[in-house]
């Protein structure tokens, strides 16, 4: 009898995450969070910086009309 294709799937999908998938170390993932999280903080900087100026020009171009 012919399993139903959910099921094939599932137990592919299984055998496939536990024995294909290569799993980082703590130091490989501690080093990866390290890095997300300085890229984080250069973005979140720079967003930052991009909305101070957006913000001095406009409060400049308002003054302007008064």
């Known amino acids: 009898?012919?399993?139903?294709?959910?099921?094939?799937d599932l137990?592919?999908?299984?055998?496939?995450?536990?024995?294909?998938v290569s799993w980082p170390t703590k130091g490989q993932l501690a080093n990866s969070s390290v890095v997300v999280?300085?890229?984080s903080i250069i973005i979140?900087?720079?967003?930052l910086v991009m909305d101070q100026v957006i913000d001095f020009v406009?409060?400049?171009?308002?003054?302007?009309?008064m």
Request: charge should be positive; proline fraction near 3%.
């Open 1 to 8: 009898m012919k399993k139903p294709k959910l099921i094939t």
């Open 11 to 20: 137990q592919e999908s299984y055998n496939e995450l536990v024995y294909k």
């Open 37 to 39: 999280m300085i890229a």
């Open 44 to 47: 979140a900087i720079i967003i």
């Open 58 to 65: 406009m409060r400049n171009i308002y003054n302007l009309g």
